[in-house]
């Protein structure tokens, strides 16, 4: 089998994008947004603009650097290598503290079945072992990985797809106007305030990037895949949303753990609450799937630019980078085990604002380095390039703002301890290298 045989090409790597955006957040997103209301579609709409900008920011640079091995090495030659240092790190922390967030998901949509796992050391358990057939999926090859994460998109798009297609046969227009604006705020905060709320949903749009090296010619595949994983994203997102605010009340809707079931219920019956939650493990796990491939990724990169024990940035025959696969399914099971208690959640909650907060930093820094970038290209190429990277810069410092005191706290604290770390790193790096 040739090393182009076991790569991504254009459709999967796309599938890619899409799957690890599409998680199982767009399951429980409405209920969060329902206080706000049907207005937040305009949050959504926002969020989509920006998500595409940075999908067009990292499909310049692909095109620009197609070679480039992870995101810390691009950045850390145009910027500096402490900041590629940073970068390196900021997203590595991204990368598995989200795989954890996901496996915890699937776990809790295993327990509409198996009730014991509500349990804090059954849970616990279930949690970890979701990560490990996560981790011994992606072992056996990057394109039955990427196969995986395609057909557990398409399954667990069944129940959002129903609804953002046929839900419009049952819709409400006068529920859809009864919950517009719920929470009684001026258009522009509603939006603002929703906007900070749902761009989550977008991270991953960098996946196809971050996994570069293993996606088939990466200067045209992974823009196309980026911008069209992205695309695909926004419009299952805005229908599926719309639909949903004219079948169910508002305040029934912000207190449901399952608003696409009870969606559904409505369409077909009760019966389709346990197929939506059996379309949910597949999602979530797909997407588990999906991120487990870029946490590797991303593991190998920072091992190779000296920034992890050198030993991770080895492939296995296969072509997989099987060390950092194990590595990080070892350390994420110490960290789901350790931090196992009945306030899991609210911990969880926290980490994923800080993830939040990781990857604005890295998306600001992958701006800037286009802008760095953008004085070797063509007049009219380098004018449309620079558009883009300042309105998606604008973009990421705004959410940044929105996202509240406590993860600007944390995300300065972090750039504070990076820079300090930095000395003692690069002489580490030097010492490797010699």
């Known amino acids: 089998m040739g090393d182009s045989d076991n790569k991504l090409g254009l459709g999967l790597a796309t599938m890619l994008v899409a799957g690890n955006m599409i998680g199982s957040g767009i399951y429980l997103l409405p209920a969060a947004l329902a206080l706000i209301g049907g207005i937040s579609l305009g949050g959504w709409a926002v969020a989509a603009v920006g998500a595409l900008l940075l999908a067009a920011v990292f499909g310049w640079l692909a095109v620009l650097r197609p070679g480039t091995d992870g995101l810390a090495t691009l950045v850390g030659d145009r910027l500096g290598k402490v900041f590629g240092f940073q970068t390196a790190h900021f997203y590595w922390l991204t990368c598995w503290i989200g795989d954890i967030a996901v496996a915890v998901a699937v776990t809790g949509y295993l327990a509409f079945f198996l009730p014991v796992l509500r349990e804090t050391w059954a849970g616990a358990t279930a949690t970890a072992a979701m990560i490990w057939i996560a981790t011994l999926i992606n072992i056996v090859g990057v394109r039955f990985a990427g196969r995986f994460d395609g057909l557990t998109l398409v399954v667990g798009l069944v129940p959002i797809v129903a609804v953002g297609a046929f839900g419009w046969l049952w819709f409400d227009p006068a529920l859809f106007a009864a919950g517009w604006n719920v929470g009684g705020a001026a258009p522009v905060d509603a939006v603002r305030a929703s906007v900070a709320m749902v761009f989550w949903a977008f991270l991953g749009l960098e996946s196809a990037s971050v996994a570069a090296a293993v ?14 994983g992205v695309g695909l994203a926004a419009l299952v997102y805005i229908a599926a949303f719309a639909a949903i605010m004219g079948l169910l009340p508002a305040d029934r809707m912000a207190t449901s753990t399952a608003p696409f079931a009870d969606a559904v219920v409505r369409i077909v019956g009760p019966v389709a609450a346990a197929l939506v939650a059996i379309c949910a493990i597949a999602k979530a796990l797909g997407t588990l799937n999906g991120w487990v491939l870029v946490t590797a990724e991303t593991t190998r990169w ?75 290209m063509p007049a009219n190429r380098r004018r449309l390039a620079r558009v883009v990277a300042g309105a ?17 706290v944390f995300g300065a604290a972090l750039i504070g301890v990076t820079f300090a770390a930095w000395p003692l790193v690069r002489r580490g790096a030097r010492g490797n290298r010699e």
């Open 302 to 376: 920072t091992a190779a630019a000296g920034y992890l024990p050198r030993w991770l940035a080895r492939r296995s025959a296969r072509g997989t980078s099987a060390r950092a696969l194990l590595a990080m399914a070892g350390l994420m099971t110490v960290v789901v085990l350790a931090t196992a208690s009945p306030t899991l959640g609210q911990q969880f909650a926290l980490m994923i604002n800080l993830a939040v907060m990781l990857s604005l930093m890295v998306y600001v820094y992958c701006c800037l380095s286009l802008l760095r970038m953008s004085g070797a």
């Open 392 to 408: 998606a810069l604008v973009f990421c410092l705004w959410v940044a703002a929105e996202a509240g005191r406590q993860a600007l």
């Open 215 to 228: 996606v088939r010619n990466p200067a045209r595949n992974v823009p196309l895949a980026t911008v069209g």
